[in-house]
């Protein structure tokens, strides 16, 4: 696509809508203003400050010895650069400039972030903050996420935000970093793996580019890392496994501007198809179920990406909606025991739960009918939240009434501590039976195998298993709903509960006789029975 005279290619376009793509931003997007910062070369000479001369090749304007080499050599005659580096690089009259926010902008969300830097400057951390309104993770080397798996701000060769002696400056850090130590390799390795990587204002020569060329993994057929670069340096880049993209060349201090229209330009089309997108299908799913078919293939090409299924969620409250989706297949997932679910899916489950379970009872019974009566752990969860935290109105009880039964017919492991909220909420008399039949549930006993510590401690070639006797609910809870919820009104539910105890508690005791745990006088259930 052709954005204010550069071409992206379609591989990066689609990695920024689908969430592959990682910004990796050179010193080139700190020189603009209000940042005014130097590159690589300028920043050595301002160390140097002519203490020793960087070697020139002969005849030309062109640097032979390699900046980080340079620096090394100031070290070694006692200058300490990585403190006058960060001293530099920590002007307070410098700004954050319009690159650093478009380059943001591309990733939508705080969450979605993936921007890694080998500058030093707090920039990309401060525009963020300006940017989005939610927080996001940073990662300052040498401590680094995983390659293949993070978002958020990366600063690759330390910030001065940090101690000053983690600066990956010299040859002796870079080889640190890259080679001995080799954490920086580590992460950029598994990361272009995985991403569709875009260097933003970095030229040949940096140095960590040549760095970066030994930890690149062969190219395939299809180009996963790209470059905005001039014309003159495509050569270059290509030898490095860099796919250059071409942008004009301006003349004097604007040679570069092209680079933050394009990044501007396609940030601004990104958040204008983003907010296009959540229009039309706001105006479609508002509506009636459509009979046009390409409305209908323009929600399903939605449902397609968690961003996207928001905004379906976001306006979708009719049932007919609910019937369409479920014909489409994708409710199936939050019917069957123990299938995996992705993002998609919990959106699609808190939807159903919060636009049907009180409000439309009989269509979403309806759909559990069809889909085999079986909630899947995270429909569960959505359903369960829902009956706790709806607050105005508070679900009337033929609510409870109706979905607690389900919900007992598919508990997940560890779900039982959530029913515990929901029966305190059943203190009115309306709420009664629901309120025994959870009471019920929640005081059934089971058996916890564990170690039998009192036999490790005899020396034994033997392991020795025990076991322990436990509620499905909480200790807590069941005391606290036991005086909020039974104990005003125990006349009413005396004989019930009476029933419900002793049978949890005969229960519990013929496990314990399977174990051979049950003696004359005393069991386990002696100090819990109350």
């Known amino acids: 696509m052709l954005i204010r005279g550069v071409d992206l290619p379609g591989t990066l376009l689609e990695a920024q809508e689908n969430g592959s793509l990682v910004v990796f931003a050179g010193a080139g997007v700190s020189m603009p203003p209000p940042s005014n910062y130097p590159n690589f070369d300028k920043l050595a000479e301002?160390?140097?400050?002519g203490a020793l001369v960087r070697e020139r090749a002969p005849g030309s304007s062109e640097y032979r010895e390699p900046v980080d080499r340079f620096l090394g050599r100031l070290v070694k005659h006692g200058i300490p650069v990585h403190e006058i580096v960060r001293r530099i690089l920590s002007d307070p009259t410098s700004k954050p400039n319009p690159l650093h926010a478009n380059l943001l902008r591309l990733f939508g969300s705080a969450g979605a972030i993936k921007v890694i830097t080998t500058n030093f400057d707090p920039h990309f951390t401060s525009a963020?903050?300006?940017?989005?309104?939610?927080?996001?993770?940073?990662?300052?080397?040498?401590?680094?996420?995983?390659?293949?798996?993070f978002s958020g701000l990366v600063y690759l060769h330390g910030s001065v935000d940090k101690p000053a002696e983690r600066l990956v400056l010299t040859d002796a850090d870079f080889g640190r970093a890259y080679l001995t130590e080799g954490w920086a390799r580590r992460f950029l390795q598994r990361l272009f793996s995985r991403y569709i990587v875009l260097f933003v204002g970095y030229s040949h020569s940096d140095p960590v580019m040549n760095y970066l060329a030994r930890g690149l993994?062969?190219?395939?057929?299809?180009?996963?890392?790209f470059a905005l670069a001039r014309e003159d340096d495509f050569e270059r880049w290509t030898f490095l496994g860099v796919k250059p993209i071409a942008y004009p060349n301006g003349t004097g201090d604007n040679r570069h501007s092209a680079v933050g229209a394009v990044c501007a330009a396609?940030?601004?089309?990104?958040?204008?198809?983003?907010?296009?997108q959540e229009q039309k299908i706001k105006e479609i799913v508002e509506l009636p179920v459509s009979l046009d078919p390409e409305d209908l293939d323009y929600v399903l090409e939605s449902l397609r990406k968690e961003s996207t299924t928001r905004f379906f969620t976001r306006y979708a409250r009719r049932p007919d909606w609910l019937r369409w989706l479920e014909s489409k297949d994708y409710l199936k997932r939050l019917f069957l025991p123990g299938s995996a679910t992705n993002a998609t899916d919990g959106e699609l489950a808190s939807w159903f739960a919060e636009n049907f379970v009180c409000e439309h009872l009989d269509d979403a019974l309806a759909v559990v009918l069809r889909n085999g009566q079986f909630l899947?752990?995270?429909?569960?969860?959505?359903?369960?939240?829902?009956?706790?935290?709806?607050?105005?109105?508070?679900?009337?009880?033929?609510?409870?009434?109706?979905?607690?039964?389900?919900?007992?017919?598919?508990?997940?492991?560890?779900?039982?501590?959530?029913?515990?909220?929901?029966?305190?909420?059943?203190?009115?008399?309306?709420?009664?039976?629901?309120?025994?039949?959870?009471?019920?549930?929640?005081t059934k006993l089971r058996i916890v195998l564990k170690k039998d510590i009192w036999f490790e401690t005899i020396e034994s070639e033997n392991e020795r298993v025990g076991i322990e006797v436990t509620a499905e609910g909480g200790d807590y809870w069941l005391r606290e709903n036991w005086h909020s919820v039974f104990v005003p009104r125990l006349d009413y539910f005396a004989d019930p509960l009476l029933w419900i105890v002793t049978s949890n508690l005969q229960h519990g005791h013929q496990m314990l006789q399977c174990f051979d745990k049950v003696h004359e006088r005393w069991d386990q259930l002696n100090s819990h029975r109350m």
Do not use: C
């Open 46 to 49: 301002d160390v140097a400050q």
């Open 128 to 149: 963020a903050n300006l940017v989005f309104k939610d927080a996001f993770e940073s990662y300052f080397a040498p401590a680094l996420p995983l390659g293949d798996g």
């Open 217 to 225: 993994p062969p190219e395939s057929d299809r180009p996963r890392r």
């Open 266 to 276: 396609w940030a601004d089309m990104a958040e204008r198809g983003v907010l296009d």
């Open 376 to 442: 899947n752990a995270r429909l569960w969860h959505s359903i369960v939240l829902q009956l706790f935290r709806k607050k105005d109105p508070p679900p009337p009880p033929e609510i409870f009434g109706r979905w607690v039964p389900i919900l007992l017919n598919s508990v997940p492991p560890g779900g039982s501590h959530l029913l515990d909220y929901i029966l305190r909420r059943l203190g009115s008399p309306e709420n009664a039976p629901t309120a025994v039949l959870l009471f019920n549930h929640l």
